[in-house]
């Protein structure tokens, strides 16, 4: 059994309702979180998870309500009493990943830099597939920025599938294909269309076409969240269909 439980549903608009963007799925053996927008290390305690828990990060793409707390993890890292894991953690991210962690290294220098045999960072791109303990990562390229990338995560016969930010595309259906659950972004509703991302009906579409099992959407603009949402997406899929809230916990 996965555990997937919404840390941040929001977006890069303050919210008191929502927090930016990060998720955490549990396999039996790894804890891994999906982006980390701002305050979602503190976001974490609030269900229990100390940073140090962490195994694996996975970053989508490199903008800032995705990526922001990647400098208050690496920060927290260098106080020891609190990081007191023994194996590294794994942090990746798309092509790019690494100049942008220079460039942070150039801003912060040493307070940020922590040594490999505690934190590994690397980038990951289609086709290269990284297994670690009880799953499998394998990222896919996305339609938001040049090198954004979702991830399907598989793991005790199970498929969970993370889109991060995205627009339609057909090339996006095969690699949904048959998912036990499809974690999908909906950020802004059918007549509020922007590039780059998609409407509730389009993940819908997404869904019913890939035949994924559940369905859960997230990162929703206020826009997004002025209509009905499952209204929308129920207009073309029929599945279990689940509304993202922040600490909001499913299992797979
Ligand atoms: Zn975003
Ligand atoms: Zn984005």
């Given at each position: 059994m996965l555990e997937v439980i919404v840390i941040g549903s929001g977006t890069g608009v303050p919210s008191l309702k929502r927090a930016s963007p990060a998720l955490v799925v549990k396999t039996y053996q790894t804890c891994i979180l999906l982006d980390s927008g701002p305050g979602t290390l503190r976001q974490l305690l609030k269900v229990n998870i100390h940073f140090s828990n962490l195994d694996v990060i996975l970053y989508t793409h490199l903008h800032p309500d995705h990526i922001t707390d990647l400098i208050h993890f690496l920060f927290a890292?260098?106080?020891?009493?609190?990081?007191?894991?023994?194996k590294p953690v794994f942090i990746f991210g798309p092509r790019g990943f690494l100049s942008f962690y220079e460039q942070l290294e150039k801003a912060f220098g040493h307070w940020i830099a922590v040594p490999e045999d505690k934190v590994s960072l690397?980038?990951?791109?289609s086709p290269s597939i990284w297994a670690h303990e009880d799953v499998i990562i394998t990222p896919f390229a996305t339609f938001h920025t040049e090198n954004s990338q979702g991830y399907i995560l598989q793991s005790e016969g199970k498929k969970v599938v993370y889109t991060g930010d995205t627009d339609f595309d057909e090339s996006l259906i095969k690699v949904v294909e048959n998912a036990d659950l499809l974690i999908c972004e909906a950020s802004f509703p059918s007549n509020y269309k922007v590039e780059g991302h998609l409407t509730p009906v389009l993940a819908g579409k997404l869904a019913a076409e890939a035949k994924v099992k559940s369905l859960l959407l997230t990162?929703?603009?206020?826009?997004?969240?002025?209509?009905?949402?499952?209204?929308?997406?129920?207009?073309?899929?029929?599945?279990?269909l689940f509304l993202a809230q922040d600490l909001l916990f499913l299992t797979v």
């Open positions: 890292c260098k106080y020891t009493p609190a990081f007191t894991r023994e690397s980038e990951i791109s990162h929703f603009y206020p826009e997004c969240e002025a209509i009905d949402i499952v209204e929308e997406c129920s207009q073309v899929y029929t599945g279990p």
